[in-house]
């Protein structure tokens, strides 16, 4: 039997009240007194947890047009390749971390095999929330439009990951962003 490392990561939150001129201010002021020990979060504040493999391999950056050529060329070779699209903080109406606006993407999607019937890219969130989401109608780099979400930036594995066909750790959610 082999032996596997995984990162577990808990996340906590908790809201509170802080007396300012404006919402930088109140930002301010929120940081340094969870600095000085002020805002203690415990327990009750759990919110999730994330399992995720951890990889030895570092990450490349690519262009969104180098990641859909490298898609596409591992399907001619009958291979699948996952690759992560992290979108702007802006193409969100809520604000979100970098780890939920990445978006999990395998060439196993009619957008990069020749010969489909038709075009469409799904994709899920790292962080489970958005699960096989339909990415193309909404990226304004295929069908999304001027208002589409925007690529911040597009990375694979150094080792070329291959997709497995893992399935989610979560149920699909009920929210598209």
Same mark, same amino acid.
Not at 31 to 37: E, K, M, T
């Given at each position: 039997?082999?032996?596997?490392?995984?990162?577990?990561?808990?996340?906590?939150?908790?809201?509170?009240?802080?007396?300012?001129?404006?919402?930088?201010?109140?930002?301010?002021?929120?940081?340094? #007194?969870?600095?000085r020990g002020e805002y203690m979060l415990d327990a009750?504040?759990?919110? #999730?947890?994330?399992?995720?493999?951890?990889?030895?391999?570092?990450?490349?950056?690519?262009?969104?047009?180098?990641?859909?050529?490298?898609?596409?060329?591992?399907?001619?070779?009958?291979?699948?390749?996952? #690759?992560?699209?992290?979108?702007?903080?802006?193409?969100?109406?809520?604000?979100?971390?970098?780890?939920?606006?990445?978006?999990?993407?395998?060439?196993?999607?009619?957008a990069f095999q020749s010969g489909q019937g038709g075009?469409?890219?799904?994709?899920?969130?790292?962080? &489970?929330?958005?699960?096989?989401?339909?990415?193309?109608?909404?990226?304004?780099?295929?069908? &999304?439009?001027?208002?589409?979400?925007?690529?911040?930036?597009?990375?694979?594995?150094?080792? #070329?990951?291959?997709?497995?066909?893992?399935?989610?750790?979560?149920?699909?959610?009920?929210?598209?962003?």
């Amino acid at each position: 039997m082999k032996e596997y490392e995984v990162v577990i990561t808990e996340t906590l939150r908790k809201t509170v009240m802080v007396e300012a001129e404006s919402l930088a201010d109140a930002r301010k002021k929120a940081d340094l #007194g969870w600095i000085r020990g002020e805002y203690m979060l415990d327990a009750e504040d759990f919110v #999730g947890v994330t399992f995720e493999p951890k990889h030895d391999s570092p990450q490349v950056y690519v262009t969104y047009q180098e990641l859909t050529r490298r898609f596409r060329e591992a399907e001619k070779q009958g291979k699948h390749l996952k #690759g992560y699209i992290v979108f702007t903080a802006d193409s969100f109406q809520k604000p979100y971390t970098a780890f939920e606006r990445t978006y999990v993407v395998s060439s196993d999607n009619k957008a990069f095999q020749s010969g489909q019937g038709g075009y469409s890219i799904y994709g899920s969130s790292l962080d &489970g929330e958005d699960v096989c989401v339909r990415l193309d109608r909404l990226m304004a780099d295929e069908y &999304g439009g001027k208002d589409g979400f925007k690529i911040e930036r597009c990375y694979v594995l150094q080792d #070329g990951e291959v997709d497995r066909g893992t399935p989610p750790l979560k149920p699909p959610a009920a929210k598209v962003r």
